[in-house]
């Protein structure tokens, strides 16, 4: 969670909205690590999840990243957590709860629909209060 | 949706899922179409959909597609459906509905959730025996 606390202050620093990502194998190698993109790529899909999904993909050399884990710095958006589903991805540790975007433990609940045909185990809340005032500030900067 | 469908037979005849979708301006313009490259790329988030959305950000040199609208042979799931709303997509035309897979008329219905910003005008069925027959032959050629 450090470093996707890491990749969200990298973020923050080219004015992005300070959200960071890491994907890591079962042997502990960091596959990918990435924080959010939207403005620097013109790219609405461009979150730090989809971006560090993508990664550790190409890097492995196949579509479904199993037995890997998620680490990302606030809970994912019904996007990147369906995302998650279709990558197999093992685990998802998230910081901060996202009770507006949220697509985990809040709005759509992704994993809990009867359609989801894969669901990560969930961990959330790590290190939230970091993620939480990277975030605030961010946004209290652009008010 | 005939470009469309024709991204979705070039999909079929490169082994992935034929599903094709196209992005087009309110001008008429068609700014990008792709067919899924899930395997091409071993990337669990390139579906049709989400490849148009990142190509038609990049063309516009925006990562909104206001005033944009999307085709695509089946219905989008959730993570396409989501990024379609943060992409601020004006309308979605869909082929075939997917009562398993679908984020729009089925399972997590992303736009009818309450913490969804933004809904695309939606309009399913169109070529849709199309649509179907395509994913049917190509289900039924791999069991």
Not at 28 to 56: F, K, S, Y
Request: net charge negative; hydrophobic share 45%.
């Amino acid at each position: 969670m450090e470093l996707a606390l890491a990749e969200a202050r990298a973020a923050e620093a080219r004015g992005e909205v300070p959200i960071g990502a890491v994907v890591v194998a079962s042997t502990g190698e960091v596959l990918a690590r990435a924080g959010n993109e939207v403005e620097a790529r013109n790219d609405p899909t461009a979150h730090a999840e989809l971006l560090v999904i993508r990664a550790a993909g190409e890097k492995l050399g196949a579509p479904r990243l199993v037995d890997c884990d998620l680490y990302v710095t606030l809970e994912p958006c019904a996007m990147c957590a369906t995302a998650a589903s279709f990558a197999r991805l093992r685990r998802i540790v998230f910081g901060a709860y996202d009770p507006k975007g949220g697509g985990v433990e809040h709005g759509p609940r992704i994993f809990a629909q009867p359609t989801c045909h894969h669901a990560p185990e969930v961990v959330g809340g790590v290190s939230a209060s970091q993620a939480e005032i990277l975030l605030k500030g961010f946004f209290a900067a652009r008010r």
